[in-house]
């Protein structure tokens, strides 16, 4: 596609449903990130795949938070049993570049979570 | 980790006048710093990257400098005009290696407004 796409862009949900959030990366892209951004804060590392290998998950914040790339191309960011303080924009994005090289970041528009 | 700060967190400038951000990041290790523009309820934009064995990079009216003793890197926009007006994040990672490929630490932000 032209760009990262992400679905859905405004998702509701009940304290304690579960919620799963699509991200489909510019094809061909190797590296894919999930990141985390609070109202008025920067993006907060969440996670990263290169290819379908999940190589850090160091940022989710809980194990409620589960992600998965399973063919390498669209990615899933899946949150259980949320809770109020995951409100925030879910931000995906992708590169064409892996390892050494220096690549942009292509971020997509973003899925934004209110918990109620 | 990696730990990124920003000022101010708001500027307000004079269309025609320039603007400055300022970053200063804590992990000597980081090597790559860029900046994102991003425009309310859209994606973040790359708009200039700089890395660690380069002091200075400029792109029309977008420059960033980069002081690797002091451990700050700064954004500079001349001649500034309305549609300038965004939020821009500063950020820094670690290249080269797997593990920590592209996780980006971000600052808060700096909203930026332009007045005609």
């Known amino acids: 596609g032209a760009g990262v796409s992400q679905s859905p862009r405004y998702k509701v949900a009940k304290r304690g449903q579960d919620v799963a959030l699509r991200c489909d990366p510019i094809?061909?892209?190797?590296?894919l990130f999930w990141y985390q951004q609070a109202l008025g804060q920067g993006p907060e590392f969440l996670t990263y795949f290169q290819n379908e290998a999940q190589l850090d998950k160091s940022g989710l914040p809980s194990d409620r938070f589960f992600a998965e790339r399973p063919e390498g191309s669209v990615s899933t960011l899946k949150i259980q049993r949320t809770q109020q303080e995951d409100s925030a924009v879910y931000l995906c994005?992708?590169?064409?570049?892996?390892?050494?090289?220096?690549?942009?970041?292509?971020f997509g528009e973003g899925s934004r979570l209110t918990v109620l | 980790g990696e730990n990124v700060e920003q000022h101010p967190s708001t500027l307000s400038v004079q269309e025609g006048d320039s603007a400055v951000i300022k970053c200063t990041y804590s992990?000597?290790?980081?090597?790559?710093f860029p900046w994102y523009k991003q425009e309310l309820g859209k994606r973040p934009q790359l708009i200039i990257d700089i890395r660690s064995n380069v002091g200075e990079k400029k792109d029309q009216r977008i420059a960033v400098t980069l002081n690797k003793t002091a451990k700050h890197f700064s954004l500079h926009i001349t001649e500034t005009q309305p549609e300038d007006s965004a939020v821009y994040f500063c950020?820094?990672?670690?290249?080269?290696?797997?593990?920590?490929?592209?996780?980006?630490?971000f600052g808060a932000g700096t909203q930026v407004v332009v007045t005609p």
């Open positions: 994005a992708s590169s064409r570049s892996q390892g050494e090289f220096v690549g942009e970041l292509f």
């Open positions: 950020a820094a990672s670690i290249r080269g290696t797997t593990d920590s490929w592209g996780k980006l630490q």
């Open positions: 992990d000597s290790a980081s090597n790559y």
């Open positions: 094809s061909g892209h190797v590296s």
